[in-house]
């Protein structure tokens, strides 16, 4: 581990404070971690931008503590309604964005949420103030060097009063989570490989609507000609708008307010004369898609996460998502590093665990893109992909790129490195795999709901242990655009699972539990609770599922072997069956003794081959399923380094 010379100084440099930065900052501070978070604009930016919530990245942000704010302020996809033209006043068709999901024991949370960014960014600003630390504003990397023990990081900062100021500080590490036009990617000298789509622009932004219902998500037109989306938001009066259409000229929209409120009037009717009044653009952009993603998310102490590592189509509404596990995947494995309780071989792990969540997202996307612009949606998984509307990438000039459905066919382009300039080539060989992709999204999409990122797994990392019968996951088709290869294709959206849980698998909730805590210094407490409330982004979670007939004895082997590892990382729950004879809590270093009294630890976890002890990592991911503590002592060998 790498020490500066001040024990107060930051070990950890983050460059970039939009989502995926301040998730990690959070993941890190949570962690006791010394942060320094910059931020070269000026001010915290604001907009609706990547609105959309899926049900995974709200399980995140439960865990790091800032979950209920976030669904207190949140507001979920309204019924959309599309109306005649050109009277633009009389809904012709009224539909669901998202059908509403029942929420389940394993899966409380299955509905999409929208929550502008700026109010996203806001929330985890304050929690992370809460933690003393705070975003440095006007505040940029210029250059960096990395050395054995420390990279060097020159960094210019400009005070309110305008002056400049240069500086040079040593760090741990160093994180990049400033955006697709990021300095950190470049001067790492990581490939972006991929391509970009040649579609109709779209602008986008957000606007102030009197005299319009806020019940429904208005749309007028199609994008083959003209289409005008007026999405309500959690701010009363705020739209968020989606411009598109072959017959649109967006350079001039998008750089007038004006000429934005003419066009909204000009192609929605009549709705004018019955009383919708647009008052005031308050956040104007615009974009054009790119589908690229690095080779691999780090060299030495320095890494990207987020936009800076990967950027895609508009479909489906993944980018700020896939940003925010980014950051969960790396927070606790840095921060375990950073502290000195794991090697640094562990953060190996990160781009061997994420880059092919990437690599099948991108295809994934662009599979249903494709499909969208063809006329070709076949199933309504693929219309959510293709409806959800996200903000989420920077363009060339700085401002953010807006993702949103068109219908106009794109023309296929060959991949190349990144370039603020260059053209890219045509490519003629995309009908073949297009049709292949589809048949495989097709055949695997069994059940609904890939979309909210619950079935993303790690099945394949080699910091995981199952042993369990090896079933190999169904191998994903040839890749749809030229991206960097991964060692193999997995299914890492979980769309042809079966239902068993496995290492690598999101580690399931379990409501209805009760029984007794022990904690150091404390005395005994009687607790309802959750499998939710147990984990813990600062800890790995060991659940014991007692068989009947044992005694809590038979598990002192398994809690003694544990006491190798920091007894502060390592929480141990032992659940029981309702109805049976609970054991007698008497051994030392089990903190939860829990009843099961629905059985819904017992169903989410009903692992196979006699395994019974399951570990669950700070990010709620399964890290192991073993029988016993030879299995445990294999895992966590693996992520500590033993003192």
């Known amino acids: 581990m790498a020490m500066t010379d001040d024990p107060q100084a930051p070990q950890v440099l983050i460059v970039g404070a939009g989502p995926t ?37 709200l399980e995140i942000f439960h865990l790091l503590g800032v979950g209920d704010q976030i669904e207190s302020q949140g507001i979920y996809s309204p019924r959309v309604r599309l109306y ?35 109010r996203l960014e806001t929330i985890i600003r304050s929690t992370l103030a809460q933690l003393h630390c705070h975003v440095e504003q006007s505040a940029e ?12 990081a020159r960094i210019k900062t400009k005070t309110p009063d305008g002056q400049l100021h240069e500086e040079t500080s040593n760090f741990d590490y160093l ?14 000298g990581l490939s972006f490989l991929g391509e970009t789509r040649v579609v109709e622009h779209l602008v986008v932004g957000d606007v102030t609507v009197e005299g319009l219902t806020e019940e429904y998500w208005h749309m007028w037109g199609d994008a083959s000609t003209t289409l005008v989306s007026l999405r309500p ?63 691999t998310f780090g060299k030495g102490r320095v890494f990207v996460a987020g936009d800076s590592a990967h950027v895609h189509s508009p479909t489906g509404g993944q980018g700020m998502n ?37 690599a099948d997202m991108l295809d994934q996307t662009t599979v249903i893109l494709k499909k969208a612009f063809n006329g070709r949606i076949r199933s309504e998984e693929e219309k959510h992909w293709v409806e959800v509307v996200e903000v989420e990438q920077e363009d060339a000039e700085g401002e953010v790129k807006v993702a949103g459905p068109s219908t106009k066919e794109p023309r296929p382009i060959a991949a190349k490195e990144d370039s603020d300039t260059e053209d890219l080539e045509d490519e003629d060989d995309w009908e073949d795999d297009e049709e292949r992709a589809g048949r495989q999204w097709k055949e695997d999409e069994k059940r609904p709901g890939s979309l909210l990122q619950l079935g993303v797994n790690y099945r394949w990392s080699s910091v995981t242990v199952d042993e369990q019968e090896q079933q190999l996951s169904k191998p994903i088709s040839k890749r749809l655009i030229d991206l960097p290869p991964t060692p193999t294709r997995h299914d890492s959206y979980g769309r042809g699972f079966d239902g ?11 409501p209805a539990l009760r029984g007794i805590r022990h904690t150091r210094g404390e005395e005994q407490k009687s607790i309802n ?41 390592v929480r141990i729950a032992a659940l029981y069956r309702s109805g049976v004879p609970s054991p007698i809590p008497t051994l030392e270093g089990i903190e939860y003794f829990l009843e099961d009294m629905s059985g819904f630890a017992r169903d989410a976890y009903d692992v196979r081959g006699g395994c019974n002890v399951i570990v669950v990592r700070p990010d709620g991911v399964v890290g192991a399923v073993v029988n016993g503590m030879t299995g445990l002592k294999r895992y966590f060998d693996g992520i500590f380094s033993r003192k």
């Open 322 to 358: 896939t940003g925010v596990q980014d950051a969960f995947n790396l927070g606790w494995k840095l921060a375990l590093v950073a502290n000195g309780h794991a090697k640094p071989s562990l953060l190996d792990s990160f781009t061997e665990e994420r880059l092919p969540v990437i």
């Open 529 to 569: 609770t959750r499998l939710f409330q147990v984990f813990d982004p600062t800890k790995h979670t060991v659940l014991l599922f007692t068989r009947p007939g044992e005694t809590i004895a038979s598990y002192a082997p398994v809690v003694e072997a544990l006491k190798a590892y920091p007894a502060e990382l």
């Open 175 to 188: 994180i990049g989570a400033d955006g697709a036009r990021g300095v950190v990617r470049k001067l790492l």
């Open 21 to 57: 930065g301040l998730v990690l900052a959070l993941a890190l501070r949570r962690n006791g971690v010394r942060v320094r978070l910059i931020e070269k604009d000026l001010a915290a930016r604001i907009g609706q931008r990547g609105a959309g919530i899926m049900p995974r990245s």
């Open 141 to 152: 990397l210029i250059d960096f060097e990395q050395y054995p023990d420390r990279v060097s």
């Open 500 to 510: 068993c849980l496995k290492a690598g698998d999101r580690a399931p909730d379990a």
């Open 84 to 118: 005649d033209m050109p009277e633009g006043t009389h809904a012709i068709q009224t539909f669901d964005m998202q059908p509403w999901n029942e929420p389940t024991p394993a899966c409380p949370y299955l509905n999409i949420q929208h929550l502008g960014q700026d």
């Open 233 to 295: 938001t959690e701010t009363p009066t705020t739209f968020n708008f989606m411009i598109g259409g072959l017959d649109v000229d967006h350079d001039s929209l998008a750089h007038s307010n004006e000429a934005v409120i003419r066009f909204i009037y000009a192609h929605t009717g009549k709705m004018r004369e019955h009383g919708m009044n647009v008052k005031e653009v308050t956040w104007l952009s615009h974009y054009r898609p790119n589908i690229r993603m690095v080779d």
